[in-house]
């Protein structure tokens, strides 16, 4: 059995940068397990199916990418240039069927929410009309004990969850 992610790499942090960078990939069908150590991750880039990108991360570069991210933010060079482009025009992911907003605000709030229920061993499908995340948490508050849940998000459900978070900003307790 795979062991839970250390407490200190909270999900709301983590999918956050993540979340970033996938807006930059234009990524579409996101397929995202949990490691020991990471994630392991697939996606296909703006939705085409015959340029899929597959990989694994750990949850230190995954945290770094945040920092990594804002400081190309203020040299305007680098990893963001294409977001620097289109600044003034719509999200470059707006013509997402279910996740308009972008990756980095929905992938935030989910992570909260799987931080607020202390859920561990996530497992997450992008599909056209959901995403199917998958996770374990003690049971009855034991640890060596894990019960197993899914839980789908449809795009309603999708936007409540980060209307929820939007007020949250900022907040170090919770990413």
């Known amino acids: 059995m795979a062991q839970p992610r250390d407490d200190y790499w909270s999900y709301g942090r983590l ?22 150590d990471g994630f392991v991750w697939r996606f296909a880039i703006a939705g ?4 899929v990108v597959e990989g694994d991360s750990a949850f230190v570069a995954i945290a770094a990418l945040d920092g990594s991210y804002r400081r190309t933010l203020r040299t305007r060079s680098g990893l963001l240039s294409r977001s620097a482009r289109t600044r003034g025009t719509a999200h470059p ?24 229920r202390q ?50 900003r900022g907040r170090r307790d919770l990413a």
């Open 15 to 36: 999918l956050r940068s993540l979340g970033t960078y996938l807006n930059d990939q234009e990524a579409r069908y996101l397929m995202l397990e949990e490691r020991k």
């Open 93 to 116: 992911l707006s013509r997402h069927p279910l996740l308009p907003e972008g990756y980095s605000r929905v992938l935030r709030a989910l992570g909260i929410w799987l931080d607020r």
């Open 119 to 168: 859920c561990h061993l996530l497992s997450l499908k992008e599909y056209e009309d959901r995403l199917e995340v998958r996770y374990t948490r003690a049971s009855d508050g034991e640890a060596t004990k894990q019960a197993a849940y899914l839980q789908v998000f449809r795009r309603e459900t999708i936007e409540a969850l980060v209307e929820g978070a939007r007020g949250l």
């Open 48 to 51: 085409d199916l015959s340029r």
